[in-house]
């Protein structure tokens, strides 16, 4: 009886653990742009990826920002990122080929159709990630105001910068109308799909120097 006990507490513990959702993403440092960001492979077809990476600073406040970089094959059309994991309520980034370049376009709807353009978002662009070549086209910018906005019912929502944040993709392969608008209306996805990302292992010590080294405005803190 004692021994069956003791079983049962072991089990009741290893659930407990299990209930931590482990993270999809993985460590990737950028040679074009120097960050170190965490990495996560959303398939959108068998064996197919677009990579979506983020870099959070290692000082971290209530409105931190960050750097964001989706590197996707030719083929896609667009592809989508939820910050707070779904379609609707949370800050979207849109983006796609632009000629030798690439757009980014910021994004939030309450339903499940043409996301309106959002302010409370803004992405300044990192030139050196930011550009379509003959195989991908790939995106860098730091975000503020990707990691705190308001969600369903009014709720004020701040991203888990020392842990795992669940994410949202979505994947269509045509093009907007118009891709040198940020404004421009876009497809229905093909593919959508959720993942955990770790925050906490994507910090850099040196994010500061690295926005600054990009020819962005360092940061204060
Ligand atoms: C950055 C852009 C977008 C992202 C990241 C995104 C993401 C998602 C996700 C994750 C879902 C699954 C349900 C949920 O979690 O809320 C969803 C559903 C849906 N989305 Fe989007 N979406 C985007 C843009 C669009 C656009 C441009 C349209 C239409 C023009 C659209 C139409 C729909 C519809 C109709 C559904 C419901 C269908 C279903 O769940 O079966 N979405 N979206
Ligand atoms: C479009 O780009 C401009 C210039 O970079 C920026 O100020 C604006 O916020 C962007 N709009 C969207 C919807 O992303
Ligand atoms: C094109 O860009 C992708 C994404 O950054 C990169 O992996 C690839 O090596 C580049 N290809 C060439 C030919 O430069
Ligand atoms: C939060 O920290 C970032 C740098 O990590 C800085 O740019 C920003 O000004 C800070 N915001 C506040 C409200 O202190």
Not at 93 to 111: D, E
């Amino acid at each position: 009886m004692r021994w069956s006990f003791g079983a049962r507490v072991v089990a009741t513990v290893a659930s407990l653990v299990a209930g931590v959702q482990a993270a999809d993403s993985f460590s990737f440092r950028d040679s074009d742009t120097g960050f170190l960001f965490q990495q996560y492979n959303a398939a959108y077809k068998i064996g197919t990826t677009i990579a979506y990476r983020v870099a959070l600073p290692s000082q971290i406040n209530a409105t931190y920002p960050v750097v964001v970089q989706i590197a996707a094959p030719v083929e896609v059309g667009w592809a989508g990122l939820a910050w707070g994991g779904s379609m609707i309520n949370n800050p979207l980034m849109a983006c796609w080929a632009n000629g030798a370049s690439s757009t980014i376009s910021s994004r939030y709807t309450v339903g499940h159709s043409q996301p309106p353009v959002y302010t409370g978002a803004q992405y300044e662009i990192i030139k050196a990630g930011t550009y379509t070549n003959r195989t991908h086209w790939k995106v860098t910018a730091k975000c503020t105001g990707c990691t705190s906005y308001t969600g369903a019912s009014n709720r004020a929502v701040t991203l888990n910068a020392n842990g795992n944040n669940r994410f949202a993709f979505a994947y269509s392969s045509t093009k907007p109308s118009n891709p040198g608008s940020n404004t421009t209306n876009f497809p229905v996805h093909e593919v959508t799909n959720y993942w955990n990302h770790d925050f906490n292992a994507a910090k850099n010590p040196d994010f500061s120097a690295l926005l600054e080294k990009n020819g962005l405005k360092g940061d204060s803190n």
